[in-house]
């Protein structure tokens, strides 16, 4: 069923892109094939492959090897996202230690470490990969509002 | 003559202290990166390349920093397979067959040692394989013009496509993906923004290591949320750590096998050391004789997936260096790494800069014996490391691959981009449909579009100059039995008879 619909949405998104890629040619052609046939050939097969999915009879399906979701999973999986998401949002604005305190507390918190632990090995991981990378390895990372403090 | 000579060169490479300290930092990082769960080759190496660039490591260096890692996690994956059951990497889950009942058994000294011997056998008979065939091919694909390039990448697809088991079909759509992605950002030749949606971000194309990382570290991340495995405990490795030499002769013809299998199919553009180490197990448990004892603890079945992962490794780098096309997602990343450095892989490289080519040959070599003698004494160290917790261990590897995305272009851009192609690649996960195939259809879109358009471009858009020489010829025989296979395969199964060989 996942299949189908997965099918379905493929078809979709491929009938869309290539509305946009039917679009695109070059005002100067030097050459025979343009900028949009090759990305075309490609929908044209995703699409192909999406149909024969859609509308394939139903056989015996072979074993999935991914566990289904429950809900108690797919709720620790949308606030791991937001979680992310989050730290990709504040990475620049609060600068990279503080982030990545929230985010190391946070994530340890949500793989099922207690409060003192994701506390302490949060603070531990974040400040000590900060120096890893910034002065071991040299890797420039944003300071934000700890920019200040130098000097 | 030349090969030996040449061999020389790379060992004078190979061998300077710099990147002797090199491969020795890699074979290190890259056992520990094997033998966590969650975290395999591919995501070891894509993280290494902006720390490489930043760095400022010659490429040479880089290189041999990649492939040590790379060697590592064969090496590493086992350890976890043996002690906890659980594979540190996919290519290890054959591992786990035989190697946990040996560890239950008291027997997990002799079981790590003996898998070390033989993934070592395995690097070596490969890397023999690379020496000997790798310049071969190469003078050979001189003659490849962009047509037979073209339809070389179509090959290269339709055998990650045949050869993946039992959903051809979703990993062809998976590559698809890839290869379409790869048309995103600015058309070189006409200047043309594809997809890009308006966005600044996306003119120049998807980074590969927001992709590589994204599809990899992101979705492993959210994989893991799901499956906290505790209560599993390590067996403890005790008692006598070496094997003996009777033990070490009775797998010998069994390592030799192996290792030409995994040579063979690592070459093999999309199999790759996953499928290699379960053809070797596979065809060893056929060999031998009634009263084996594969399954409850078989030395036999724990050195073939070990020697055969170990020698695809290597194997894959032979089309990775001659033709400039990846035979796994690992070699796809460091050919990407390579294309960060403006080298272009393919047959030229063997002229025009062979101390790159034969000192990343010779490096196989030393990491090889730097593996084996770091990994039998030092196999108590690599245990401890499994007993750190997921909760630690999980928020380190974000904040790493978050570092990793934004040491390349230092933007955020990058890195909700990453997120995104995660949740996506997530998705695709979990409907069965192999990331590593959407890995290699990105790279190798590029220049299969670069190829197919240099090649019309050539004839004037006449389409007849895909198949008009011999070599286009056999490669598209090639190509359609590669697709024929998996219709035979799902044809054969129909039949009754088939269902008692198997069983």
Redesign the interface.
Known sequence: M??RI?AGS?LLICTV?AV??WG??????Y?????RA??LL??L??AG??L??LFKPLGHA?A????G?DRH?SR??SL??AA??A???V??VLGFIPS?VL??VA???????SGL??GV??AL??VG?YLL?DYG??????LGMLASLEN | MDTLHYLGIGFGVALSPYNLLTAFCGALIGTVVGLLPGLGPVNGVALLIPIAFALGLPPETALILLAAVYLGCEYGGRISSILLNIPGEASAVMTTLDGYPLARQGKAGVALSLSAWSSFIGGTIATLGVVLFAPLLATWAVAFGPAEYFVLMVFAITCLAGMADNKPLKTAVAALIGLFLSCVGIDANSGVYRFTFGSLGLADGIQFVVLVLGLFSVSEILVLLERTHHGQKAVKASGRMLFNFKEGTSVFATNMRSGVVGFVLGVLPGAGATLASAVAYMSEKRMAHKDNRFGKGDLRGLAAPETANSAAACGAMVPMLTLGVPGSGTTAVMLGALTLYNITPGPMLFQSQPDIVWGLIASLFVANVMLIVMNVPMVRVFTRILAVPTWALVPAIAIITSIGVYAVHSTTFDLFLMIGIGICGYALRKLDFSLSAVLLGFILGGMMEENLRRALSLSNGELGILWGSPITLVVWALVALMIALPVIRAWRARKPSAVQVAG
Do not use: T, W
Not at chain 1, 24 to 29: G, L, R, V
Not at chain 1, 31 to 35: I, N, Q, R, S
Not at chain 1, 107 to 113: D, H
């Open positions: 996942h299949d997965f493929n892109l946009l890629a695109y040619h070059a005002p100067f052609a050459e025979p094939v343009g900028p090759f990305p490609l929908l097969l995703i492959a999406a024969y999915q072979p999935k090897e991914e566990p979701l999973v620790k999986i791991c996202i992310m998401l730290y990709a949002a990475f620049e990545s985010f190391a994530m340890a918190r949500l793989y099922g470490a632990q994701s090995g949060g991981i974040a990969l990378f390895l040299d890797v420039p990372l944003p």
